[in-house]
């Protein structure tokens, strides 16, 4: 097939569009595809027109778009993925660069990515690559990543905290000064100190007899450093440092950290223990806030009832003690000109660990949640998902979630008969070189169906301009051209994100 030129690129317009079959040069009336908000559209060279329908490649295909269905401006994407039980999230920003949040644990994230990505065939540079907190389910498909000789990150951002073996250091996160409370102290916030950390030996074997950093998150850290994955820094980012570099608050789109909550203890930087190992790193997640134009969404990694209490109390100067309804009310509006949001992924996989009082802090029009199915925690747990309910904004308050979004894969019937296909050659093919070619092929599409579609099933996609928001998933069976479900979030008479059925 000879190279395609193009004159330009337009995307999609709001909430969608669609394409419309290319009959040998003109415009044909069969509708082949829905294009959603913000979809890129490439204008094919040379640039044909019939009427008010230009010649277009989009989603793999030619076809013709009207061309009031076409903008110039690229909007902010936000794809929450299906990685199972666990989180992770693409961003893709208006001017182009792209953020990893989460990678979940196994190979969902880099399968889509794989295939979003041409199979990075070329070199492909990710602006960051973020692990919200140290525990598996947002951090292990990095690993994946780790191996691809074409992908980079210019920087990997983290929350601080590297977990030790037990028995070699006195806490789980090395060092720390015990008051009241007990505060880790032993911070990593550069390359360097993650470098330094992985190379140094301990002064004692532990029983099992390896060295001080052998956890699954120093080792992925590892992994990345000797394959030169991190072409920039190692970054510790908290709520000292006020927005995500690159993304401060006079750009369009600015990128707020509200979490974790770093406090000076004898002079040193802390983070404070919020009860254990696991409440620690999930209360310490990183917690962003996209604020573009006039639209806001939340990212909480996984937050639990004391961590949110504490970021409410320190974000405010408030207590949380009140005396009366009155007093509640005046806190939540107060704590709403910080944490509000139009959208947000549910803390913690849908889990029980939340208040209340933070879910009308948020006051959320649409609440993503991920979880997986074969997990033992029942996520997302039912007074979860009556609580966001009763909390949420307006009276018709959007829950979306990964899991449920998900149930097959996609096209299984076209691979099954392109197999079918294959084996009819197989058969009457004599040539030894042609049959160890076809099974090859019938090998490689049978690996194909053993894989779970993440690239339509269970991704939640997010398109907005700042003025307007769609949040839509993939039908289990596209009707015609129908294929999206769809949900519009506009804004009303005083400015303010509603859902619009």
């Excluded at 909390?391 to 829950?399: A, D």
Aim: hydrophobic share 35%; glycine share 8%; net charge neutral.
């Amino acid at each position: 097939m000879p190279q395609l030129e193009y004159t330009g690129f337009k995307y999609a317009n709001y909430p969608f569009a669609h394409l419309y079959k290319d009959d040998n040069g003109s415009k044909g009336d069969k509708k082949i595809h829905q294009i959603i908000f913000g979809d890129w559209v490439g204008i094919l060279k040379p640039k044909k027109t019939d009427g008010d329908y230009i010649l277009v490649r989009v989603r793999g295909e030619n076809g013709w778009m009207h061309k009031d269905a076409l903008l110039d401006e690229r909007v902010l994407e936000i794809v929450f993925l299906d990685v199972g039980q666990g989180d992770g999230a693409l961003i893709v920003t208006p001017d182009d660069e792209h953020i990893i949040v989460d990678a979940g644990f196994g190979d969902n994230m880099w399968r889509y990515l794989k295939w979003r990505y041409s199979e990075f065939k070329t070199e492909w540079t990710f602006k960051y690559a973020i692990a919200s907190h140290p525990d598996q389910d947002h951090y292990g498909g990095y690993h994946y990543l780790a191996g691809e000789p074409n992908v980079f990150f210019k920087d990997f951002v983290h929350n601080g905290l590297l977990e030790y073996q037990e028995n070699i250091k006195p806490s789980y996160f090395g060092d720390s000064i015990k008051t009241d409370r007990t505060y880790y102290t032993e911070l990593f916030d550069s390359k360097q100190k993650v470098t330094d950390y992985l190379a140094h030996e301990p002064h004692w074997k532990h029983p099992s007899g390896n060295a001080q950093w052998d956890k699954d998150y120093a080792k992925l850290l590892k992994r990345m450093l000797d394959n030169n994955k991190i072409i920039g820094d190692i970054k510790m980012v908290s709520e000292a440092d006020q927005y995500l570099e690159g993304f401060e608050v006079h750009k369009p789109l600015n990128i707020q950290i509200l979490g974790p909550i770093i406090e000076t203890i004898n002079g040193k930087q802390a983070l404070r223990s919020l009860g254990g190992k696991g409440k620690t790193k999930n209360g310490h997640s990183i917690v962003f806030k996209l604020n573009y134009k006039d639209i806001n969404i939340l990212l909480g990694g996984d937050l639990n009832i004391k961590a949110e209490e504490f970021l409410l109390k320190k974000h405010t100067g408030q207590t949380l003690d009140f005396n009366s309804g009155t007093e509640e009310n005046e806190f939540i509006e107060n704590a709403r000109k910080i944490f509000e949001a139009d959208v947000s992924k549910a803390c913690h996989h849908g889990s029980a660990d939340f208040t209340s009082l933070f879910l009308k802090c948020l006051n959320s029009v649409a609440t993503v949640i991920s979880s997986g199915d074969e997990e033992q925690h029942s996520h997302p747990r039912p007074d979860t998902l009556g609580a966001i309910g009763v909390n949420g904004r307006g009276e018709r308050p959007l829950i979306f979630s990964t899991e449920l979004a998900r149930s097959h894969r996609e096209n299984e019937n076209k691979v099954l008969k392109e197999i079918k296909e294959l084996e009819i050659r197989l058969a009457t093919t004599t040539s030894p070189t042609k049959k160890l070619k076809l099974i090859d092929q019938i090998q490689e599409k049978n690996d194909k169906l053993k894989e779970r579609n993440v690239t339509v099933y269970g991704s939640i996609n997010l398109r907005t301009d700042g003025e307007r928001c769609i949040i839509a998933q993939k039908l289990e069976k596209g009707g015609g051209s129908k294929v999206w479900d769809i949900y519009k979030l506009e804004k009303n008479n005083n400015g303010r994100f509603k859902y619009v059925p």
